[in-house]
C-alpha cells in the first residue's frame, strides 16, 4: 500500500485545516487507517483511527472533540478535519494503514498495527 498525504500547512491558532491520505496499490477497505503525529523533539504519537468501513472512529484525548477522522472507501482517501487548532498541534502528520485484525479496538493505538506509512506534511499553528 502506497500512501500519499496532503493538506499541511500554517494557520492561526484557532484556525482549520483538512488533511487528505490517498491509498493506492491494495484494496483500501481492506485496512484499517490512522493518523499520527511526531513534533520536534518529541515520539510518534497516535492521533485518530478508523475502522475499515468507518464505523469506528478512536482519538486521543488531546484531539478528542476538535478532530474528526473520516474515510471514503470509494476513493480510497481518509481524512482528518482539524478545528481549533492550537499551537501544540503543531507536528508531522502522518497517516497509516493497517489490517487491524479482530482487536483493532484494543490496538489501534499501536504503531505495530500498521504496516504502511505515508510521507507526512507539516502543520504548523502559530500563536
Known amino acids: 500500500v502506497q500512501l500519499q498525504a496532503s493538506g499541511g500547512g500554517l494557520v492561526q491558532a484557532g484556525g482549520s485545516l483538512r488533511l487528505s491520505c490517498v491509498a493506492s496499490?491494495?484494496?483500501?477497505?481492506?485496512?484499517?487507517m490512522a493518523w499520527f503525529r511526531q513534533a520536534p523533539g518529541k515520539e510518534r504519537e497516535f492521533v485518530a483511527a478508523?475502522?475499515?468501513?468507518?464505523?469506528?472512529?478512536y482519538y486521543a484525548d488531546s484531539v478528542k472533540g476538535r478532530f474528526t477522522i473520516s474515510r471514503e472507501n470509494a476513493k480510497n482517501t481518509v481524512y482528518l478535519q482539524m478545528n481549533s487548532l492550537k499551537p501544540e498541534d503543531t507536528a508531522v502528520y502522518y497517516c497509516?494503514?493497517?489490517?487491524?485484525?479482530?482487536?483493532?479496538?484494543?490496538?489501534?493505538?499501536?504503531?505495530?498495527?500498521?504496516?504502511?506509512w505515508g510521507q507526512g506534511t507539516q502543520v504548523t499553528v502559530s500563536s
Open positions: 496499490g491494495a484494496t483500501f477497505s481492506n485496512y484499517a
Open positions: 497509516a494503514a493497517g489490517r487491524g485484525g479482530r482487536d483493532f479496538s484494543g490496538s489501534y493505538r499501536r504503531e505495530t498495527v500498521y504496516g504502511f
Open positions: 478508523i475502522s475499515w468501513v468507518g464505523s469506528s472512529t
